[in-house]
């Protein structure tokens, strides 16, 4: 092995190893809110990308109707298409190997694989982290799932306060900066307020949507005050 | 098929094609200021509506329970910078504690 390749090794391991770990927590949180454990398998392996699975389940949870809750996973999962971009200069893919390595990009993988110095690493840390957290959640969520269910009612366990948690979890790496923040009191704000009104899962989409645009006028203020 | 399966085979089909989309378009058909800052933007402002509604949506109407006990717990934890799974459980095991008592 070449010097240095150890640590990059090490490092997607251990970010893989810790990652694929919580997809305990999407089974728990998938079968309390009403999937059977081959739902919740069909979600890690096919959907792959945490956040839009927590989604998923989270609008069904609530009550809305499943498609509200693909359109929400589907706009969670644009931001892969943007990683892709940004990953497609130095992975190299074409064909079938391509069709199989676009599964692979998630948020962690992207980190791990941009964050090398020279192009081969970029390949060895984005498989690796890839690869591993793939295999762990896949496990993990049959796990959480068949686990979830055999616990019976999830209220009494308070997995039903465990999503939000999750979401926050999710969110919270992201809220690193201003405008990020006053998108995201805006997205839960609005959310909140478009609850009584629509549908279940509605809020949620149209909330998003109120949080993007505010971020974009608030980004253009900030460019004409600082010219 | 039931409206469940339908739902999850339809968020399987767009997310990974929005991942092979991101390998297969040629480079300057995304690359605008514009398209990042929204792809940016976006799960910031989802995953914010998605903690609304999820702690505090009850149906169609609003609710102040022990989930939000849970997620004041979550945010003591990520403040502690603990691990997702701490995070994730610790909440559920508050809100379970303040359903017992």
Known sequence: ?227 | MSALWVGILVASAGCYLLKVAGLSVPQRVLAHPVAERVADLIPVGLLAALVAVQVLADGQSLAIDARLLGLGAAVVLLMARAPFLVVVFGAALVAALARAI
């Open chain 1, 1 to 227: 092995m070449i010097p240095g390749d150890r640590q990059v090794v090490v490092d997607s391991l251990g970010v893989g190893i810790a990652t694929g770990a919580y997809g305990v927590s999407f089974g728990a949180v998938a079968a309390a809110s009403g999937l059977d454990v081959w739902q919740a398998c069909a979600l890690s392996l096919l959907v792959f990308t945490g956040a839009s699975q927590f989604a998923f389940v989270g609008v069904v949870a609530a009550g809305g109707a499943p498609l509200a809750g693909s359109l929400t996973a589907l706009l969670l999962g644009s931001r892969n298409t943007f990683y892709g971009l940004a990953l497609a200069p130095h992975l190299e893919v074409r064909g079938w190997r391509r069709l199989l390595t676009a599964q692979l990009i998630i948020d962690e993988s992207t980190a791990m694989g941009l964050g090398q110095d020279d192009a081969r690493r970029t390949r060895l840390a984005f498989r690796l982290t890839g690869v591993t957290i793939f295999v762990l959640w896949n496990l993990a969520t049959l796990a959480g799932a068949a686990a979830g269910q055999a616990l019976g009612d999830p209220r009494a366990y308070g997995l039903d306060a465990a999503v939000g948690a999750a979401f926050l979890g999710l969110l919270w790496p992201r809220l690193t900066a201003w405008p990020q923040r006053v998108v995201a009191v805006v997205g839960a704000g609005a959310a909140m307020g478009l609850v009584p009104w629509t549908p279940a899962g509605v809020p949620v989409i149209l909330g998003g949507a109120a949080a993007v645009a505010a971020g974009l006028v608030l980004a253009r203020r900030r460019a004409a005050v600082q010219p």
